[in-house]
């Protein structure tokens, strides 16, 4: 495959890279992200480069930016927006009227998400769902394409709170982004410390992303595959009889099924950023981590022992089957 779709994916892969150095996987997740047209939470300590990579991303596809700081005292309208009462120095004094707020752009940018108040998490729910906002009784669209990329601190840090399960549930990916090595540092601090660096340009649109997403969806997924997908999210389940041995250890609760859409649908978009039409069970594999990992509740003495879910994964997918047992 190497249509005009192709071209103007290398063309914006091209972009982003070009802007950024370090470890090319959580780059590579997050355009897989956007191309499923999913939302995407990146986790790190503070000083990796989240919000960069964020804004190198969405820069580069062209689309509307709209950033919120969160913190312990922001309030949900403070991301939805709300009805405010006109001044007299208006044309209109005392009139009501809707004020959108920050969750109006195609790319909301939710700085430390988990340092804002569950109730303020919460605000985003609809929003990450349904693609409207709903305030006194109206409810209102939100641009297309819309995705929301959160970052967070992780979670044993000071003055964070941990985002409920709902929430998670509807991002798409959890994407982690690593230490840098020497290399990588050398190569940062030479970018950032000498002349200013060129601007990100804009080498798509938002109508090049619809589009391209449309394109993912058309991927192939052959029978085999796609129940295999659906096998590696029951086995994710402690009662379940696909279940590896002992999972009730470090896992309490598994996957949902919105984990077998994330599964095909960050997949399909792998396999059409490498110029396939269809798929296979060694993309369900790459893209298990940042699919999976936000949607398996680990056990408190698992947390405690300060266990990860990645190798959790691993096991998950070498263990089940190819082929579903009679």
């Known amino acids: 495959m190497n249509g005009p779709e192709h071209k103007l994916m290398a063309t914006w892969r091209s972009e982003v890279e070009r802007h950024l150095v370090g470890e090319p996987t959580p780059v590579t997740e997050l355009m897989l992200t956007l191309l499923a047209g999913g939302h995407a939470l990146l986790e790190s300590p503070p000083g990796l480069g989240k919000t960069t990579l964020v804004r190198t991303v969405a820069i580069s596809a062209g689309l509307d930016l709209g950033r919120v700081q969160?913190?312990?005292?922001?309030?949900?309208?403070?991301?939805?927006g709300g009805d405010v009462v006109l001044p007299e120095q208006s044309n209109a004094p005392g009139a009501v009227?809707?004020?959108?707020?920050?969750?109006?752009?195609?790319v909301v940018l939710a700085d430390e998400l988990n340092r804002a108040t569950p109730r303020t998490q919460s605000a985003m729910l609809?929003?990450?769902?349904?693609?409207?906002?709903?305030?006194?009784?109206?409810?209102r669209p939100l641009p297309q394409p819309f995705h929301v990329l959160a970052t967070q601190n992780?979670?044993?840090?000071?003055?964070?709170?941990?985002l409920p399960e709902a929430q998670l549930d509807r991002f798409l990916t959890m994407i982690r982004?690593?230490?840098?090595?020497?290399k990588a540092l050398a190569a940062i601090t030479r970018g950032t410390t000498g002349k200013p660096p060129t601007p990100v340009e804009s080498v798509l649109d938002p109508e090049d992303l619809l589009n391209l997403q449309q394109v993912v969806r058309q991927v192939v997924?052959?029978?085999?595959?796609?129940?295999?997908?659906?096998?590696?999210?029951?086995a994710s389940h402690p009662e379940s009889e696909l279940?590896?041995?002992?999972?009730?250890?470090?896992i309490e609760c598994g996957a949902s099924p919105r984990a077998g859409q994330a599964l095909l649908g960050m997949a399909k978009a792998l396999a059409f950023l490498e110029g396939r039409s269809h798929i296979g069970m060694v993309d369900l594999r790459r893209v298990a981590r940042p699919v999976l990992r936000h949607r398996l509740l680990?056990?408190?003495e698992f947390l405690a022992g300060g266990g990860d879910v990645d190798p959790v994964i691993d096991h998950l997918v070498r263990c089940v089957p190819r082929e579903h047992a009679a």
Do not use: Y
């Not at 409207?132 to 109206?138: D, I, P």
């Not at 982004?177 to 020497?182: G, L, N």
């Open 154 to 162: 992780p979670i044993e840090q000071e003055g964070t709170w941990p």
């Open 243 to 250: 279940a590896p041995n002992e999972l009730g250890k470090v």
């Open 298 to 300: 680990p056990t408190f």
């Open 221 to 234: 997924v052959a029978t085999p595959v796609r129940d295999w997908a659906a096998r590696l999210v029951l």
């Open 126 to 139: 609809e929003a990450m769902q349904e693609g409207t906002v709903t305030s006194s009784g109206v409810t």
């Open 70 to 80: 969160c913190t312990p005292d922001l309030m949900p309208m403070d991301i939805t």
């Open 177 to 182: 982004i690593p230490t840098p090595d020497a």
């Open 97 to 106: 009227v809707f004020r959108p707020g920050p969750i109006f752009h195609q």
